[in-house]
């Protein structure tokens, strides 16, 4: 089956952003009282937006909900004041952004990170590139692995959600993309196991982003 369009996941597809992530939050939990976890163990919290990180990253006597929202509001703030301090794109990334303007295929970002840090990361970093859409969380969409984010920028494009490759790394991609009526593509160099990627329902799944054109 030949695709008209790529949808990408933004954290452990394109970006490498597991250090800024993790540096971030700990940061937060340090400031007030709380102790850090380990770069690798954020691996497994994020995915779900940074309410979500906070909720993983606190211990479990501290989940009221004003709590995670102050912490959610502060590691939002260290995130907008450094953006890309360790981020970076995957080995690759670029090659395949290259190739898919090359051959004029439409390709876009849904993330669970807050809408203004999506832009503001993505411009930084592959602001060379001509996304047709960069969304990220916002009011009113549901957050993956809710589809209607994924629906709106098919519909936005232009282009129907069964034309579209979406490229993640997380079960939260694989269900977004399949409850879209996206092709799901597991992508294994970012923060989930291939074993998770298979069992939420890749259809496909690369180890290099340069593998993906071949799927085009």
Not at 14 to 36: C, F, I, S, W
Request: proline share 6%; aromatic share 6%.
């Amino acid at each position: 089956m030949n695709f008209d369009a790529v949808l990408f996941d933004l954290d452990g597809t394109l970006l490498d952003t597991l250090e800024d992530l993790a540096d971030a939050t700990n940061r937060t939990l340090v400031a007030h009282g709380y102790k850090p976890h380990a770069v690798d163990d954020y691996r497994r919290m994020v995915g779900w937006g940074i309410v979500r990180l906070v909720e993983a990253a606190l211990p479990v006597t501290e989940l009221r909900p004003d709590r995670i929202r102050e912490l959610a509001g502060e590691v939002s703030d260290l995130i907008r004041e450094r953006p890309v301090g360790s981020t970076r794109a995957y080995p690759g990334v670029t090659e395949l952004l290259e190739e898919l303007s090359r051959r004029a295929i439409p390709f876009a970002v849904l993330s669970n990170k807050p809408e203004e840090l999506t832009r503001l990361v993505v411009g930084k970093l592959l602001g060379t590139f001509r996304f047709a859409e960069v969304r990220g969380s916002r009011s009113g969409v549901p957050p993956k692995p809710d589809p209607e984010g994924a629906l709106l920028v098919a519909r936005r494009i232009g282009i129907a959600p069964e034309r579209f490759l979406y490229a993640g790394d997380s079960n939260v991609d694989m269900e977004t993309a399949n409850a879209a009526g996206m092709y799901a593509v597991g992508v294994t160099w970012g923060f989930r196991s291939r074993e998770e990627l298979a069992a939420s329902g890749a259809r496909s799944i690369i180890d290099r982003p340069a593998e993906l054109t071949r799927l085009l």
